[in-house]
């Protein structure tokens, strides 16, 4: 005959138990989500709730389909689509939250705390901090609670000793986890990649510059990349962060080449005049292909090349943190004597924009036959023109370059960049704009550099026949502090940064730095271990060239033994544990023991107590007090320390 599973249905102490973890694991969606839908989520937990209180029956399953498909329409309209990360986290709470409104046995709450791992996973396709880490591991500390809690069959009266219980086991899993993180194989590659829209809201410089675009950047804390350099840190005049190199120009957008992302790998002509600053980058993920690296690299990270642009281009988009070795040269000379790889794109300009600035290049042509001194001349009509740099400029027009040179005269980098290579182009002379970040700050207690996304700079590239291409910062000449002291000691007295790294108050500065290096110390340690860092880890243990199999085999061993060393230790401990109630009624036992009626082997409590009643009805009233506080201390679980002092007052008491 087959059996069958009874069902059991599911309590309020469960109830509320569950839908609160779930709710819980939620809550850090809530500023991603529609305002509707967790509004909606929220009304559904309540409901639940009250419902479960109030005895009252659940909602019949053709409402709930309803909703389920009007949910998901209105996913929809706000996503345009049912699929990616932010479409599939919604759909996904939607649910969660209307299967609550179905859950009436034990089992069903089982599936929600399932489901609710899951939802813990989905919080990482939008943070890996320490905080979010630290958050989730009670997440699903309260969501294994909460499973065991579905196994009792009736609820337990200690919440506390079922939460200690809990977070007993979870321990006993860190030398496991610990196994599993540093042998299982890693692969080139992630297992799985994060959807298209993972990368939305990623902030970060652009393949193309405009007016506006790159001060956008300067109130942004977010980390663009670290450093940490063998030997001293470059003084911050020196640090020039290269990154997309941009040649086409429309009268206000400039642009990438979009052969140069497709170019392969450039053979680099460099002639350096100094020592190379050797360092390591920690790029943060941008979803774009090009590296960063100070100006001018002389070496090329594995998977990757530097193309006629001298930008460095990985093989994929950085969609996650990447840690690469540099080398650059500081003072160089490249491309001496050679001409630029697309003279025209060097030189050319829009036609019907900007009169002003092609007539004022004229006029420098005109005027100086050398391209050095036009150079020259431009940066001196910069600097004494009263040129203002500034967070705020001005709206400009049709003819940007125009309207910037000869009316407004206030602009930040990206303004002053733009204008000098049109300038130059339109003198002759070839040009190019380069966007990056310049600077830096230390971090003492990590040893590294932090450049954060307020480093943005964009300054150009003029190529002189005798000297190759040379750097050019316009922006020095109108605001030399920039290059020196950083952003904020650029900016006109009354005007302030507040935000982050550069706050006035110097504990808030030294907490956020602190905070920083164990940011730091977290993304290089756990979540940066990659192939490399395995094999790098296993070699310095001796095992040099290890192959997947060998990590296999190295895995089963290591967690064998690591199980059996537990379960040892767990059997051993529990033979040396002394219950003191079973001590207690063992000195019972032997008072009682002197009547002549001794307990057998296999007779039970209540059995036992009834026998020596029958013996010696004197001492039954006692004996069956006794035999009471036993049972509720050893089978009941009801350790309360006031019932083991009475159990204790009573066995010393007892006498025959």
């Known amino acids: 005959?087959?059996?069958?599973?009874?069902?059991?249905?599911?309590?309020?102490?469960?109830?509320?138990?569950?839908?609160?973890?779930?709710?819980?694991?939620?809550?850090?969606?809530?500023?991603?989500?529609?305002?509707?839908?967790?509004?909606?989520?929220?009304?559904?937990?309540?409901?639940?709730?009250?419902?479960?209180?109030?005895?009252?029956?659940?909602?019949?399953?053709?409402?709930?389909?309803?909703?389920?498909?009007?949910?998901?329409?209105?996913?929809?309209?706000?996503?345009?689509?049912?699929?990616?990360?932010?479409?599939?986290?919604?759909?996904?709470?939607?649910?969660?939250?209307?299967?609550?409104?179905?859950?009436?046995?034990?089992?069903?709450?089982?599936?929600?705390?399932?489901?609710?791992?899951?939802?813990?996973?989905?919080?990482?396709?939008?943070?890996?901090?320490?905080?979010?880490?630290?958050?989730?591991?009670?997440?699903?500390w309260l969501i294994t609670a909460t499973m065991m809690g579905l196994q009792y069959t009736r609820e337990p009266s200690d919440y506390r000793g079922q939460l200690r219980t809990t977070a007993i086991m979870l321990a006993q899993c860190v030398p496991l986890m610990v196994v599993f993180f540093v042998l299982?194989?890693?692969?080139?590659?992630?297992?799985?990649?994060?959807?298209?829209?993972?990368?939305?809201?990623?902030?970060?410089?652009?393949?193309?510059?405009?007016?506006?675009?790159?001060?956008?950047?300067?109130?942004?804390?977010?980390?663009?990349?670290?450093?940490?350099?063998?030997?001293?840190?470059?003084?911050?005049?020196?640090?020039?962060?290269?990154?997309?190199?941009?040649?086409?120009?429309?009268?206000?957008?400039?642009?990438?080449?979009?052969?140069?992302?497709?170019?392969?790998?450039?053979?680099?002509?460099?002639?350096?005049?100094?020592?190379?600053?050797?360092?390591?980058?920690?790029?943060?993920?941008?979803n774009r292909r090009w590296l960063f690296a100070l100006d001018m690299p002389g070496s090329i990270p594995p998977r990757s090349s530097i193309n006629a642009d001298h930008m460095l281009l990985a093989q994929t988009p950085i969609t996650s943190r990447l840690r690469y070795e540099m080398e650059s040269f500081l003072d160089y000379a490249i491309g001496v004597g050679n001409s630029p790889a697309s003279p025209r794109r060097m030189l050319s300009l829009p036609h019907g924009f900007n009169p002003q600035t092609r007539a004022l290049g004229q006029q420098l042509r005109a005027q100086y036959s050398d391209n050095a001194a036009i150079m020259t001349a431009a940066l001196t009509l910069l600097r004494d023109q009263k040129f203002i740099y500034t967070l705020e400029p001005p709206l400009l027009g049709t003819h940007a370059?125009?309207?910037?040179?000869?009316?407004?005269?206030?602009?930040?980098?990206?303004?002053?960049?733009?204008?000098?290579?049109?300038?130059?182009?339109?003198?002759?002379?070839?040009?190019?704009?380069?966007?990056?970040?310049?600077g830096g700050?230390?971090?003492?207690?990590?040893?590294?550099?932090?450049?954060?996304?307020?480093?943005?700079?964009?300054?150009?590239?003029?190529?002189?026949?005798d000297r190759g291409w040379v750097r050019v910062d316009p922006t020095n000449a109108v605001s030399p502090a920039r290059a020196e002291g950083g952003l904020a000691a650029a900016l006109p007295d009354g005007i302030s940064l507040t935000r982050g790294r550069l706050s006035d108050n110097p504990l808030l500065h030294q907490l956020a730095l602190t905070l920083d290096s164990l940011a730091n110390a977290w993304n290089q340690t756990v979540l940066g271990y990659n192939l490399e860092t395995q094999r790098a880890l296993l070699f310095r243990a001796g095992l040099g060239d290890t192959s997947w199999r060998t990590l296999a085999i190295l895995m089963i061993v290591a967690s064998t033994a690591i199980t059996l060393l537990m379960a040892l230790f767990t059997l051993r401990q529990r033979g040396l544990k002394r219950d003191p109630a079973l001590i207690a009624?063992?000195?019972?036992?032997?008072?009682?023991?002197?009547?002549?009626?001794?307990?057998?082997?296999?007779?039970?409590?209540?059995?036992?107590?009834?026998?020596?009643?029958?013996?010696?009805?004197d001492i039954a009233a006692a004996t069956h007090a006794i035999t009471c506080l036993y049972v509720a201390l050893r089978y009941e679980n009801n350790k309360e320390n006031n019932n083991l002092r009475e159990f204790r007052k009573h066995v010393q008491q007892f006498a025959v």
């Open 1 to 140: 005959m087959a059996t069958t599973v009874p069902v059991v249905a599911i309590s309020l102490h469960n109830t509320a138990w569950i839908t609160l973890t779930l709710a819980l694991v939620a809550a850090p969606h809530a500023q991603r989500l529609p305002i509707w839908l967790t509004a909606l989520a929220a009304v559904f937990c309540i409901w639940r709730l009250y419902l479960a209180l109030m005895r009252f029956s659940l909602p019949a399953r053709w409402p709930l389909i309803f909703l389920v498909t009007v949910g998901a329409a209105a996913i929809f309209l706000e996503y345009r689509t049912l699929f990616g990360r932010d479409a599939g986290v919604a759909l996904l709470v939607l649910m969660l939250s209307l299967k609550l409104m179905e859950t009436r046995t034990q089992r069903d709450g089982m599936v929600l705390a399932f489901i609710g791992y899951f939802l813990v996973i989905t919080n990482f396709f939008y943070s890996q901090s320490i905080p979010t880490a630290l958050y989730l591991l009670v997440c699903v």
């Open 184 to 286: 299982f194989p890693r692969v080139q590659g992630p297992l799985w990649g994060l959807p298209t829209d993972a990368f939305a809201g990623v902030t970060g410089l652009s393949d193309t510059m405009s007016p506006g675009s790159l001060n956008k950047l300067v109130f942004s804390d977010e980390v663009a990349l670290r450093a940490i350099f063998n030997g001293r840190v470059p003084p911050q005049n020196r640090l020039y962060w290269r990154g997309p190199v941009l040649l086409d120009f429309d009268g206000r957008t400039w642009r990438a080449a979009p052969s140069a992302l497709r170019n392969p790998n450039y053979p680099v002509e460099l002639d350096h005049r100094s020592n190379a600053v050797r360092y390591t980058v920690t790029v943060e993920p941008h």
């Open 401 to 438: 370059v125009d309207e910037f040179l000869f009316k407004t005269r206030a602009g930040f980098c990206e303004h002053f960049a733009s204008a000098y290579v049109v300038l130059m182009r339109a003198a002759g002379v070839p040009a190019r704009v380069v966007t990056g970040y310049l």
């Open 441 to 465: 700050e230390y971090n003492k207690l990590g040893n590294y550099l932090i450049v954060r996304q307020s480093d943005a700079h964009a300054w150009t590239e003029v190529w002189l026949e």
């Open 585 to 617: 009624y063992r000195a019972f036992r032997t008072k009682a023991a002197r009547t002549g009626c001794a307990r057998q082997d296999a007779e039970g409590p209540w059995d036992y107590a009834a026998r020596l009643s029958l013996a010696r009805p």
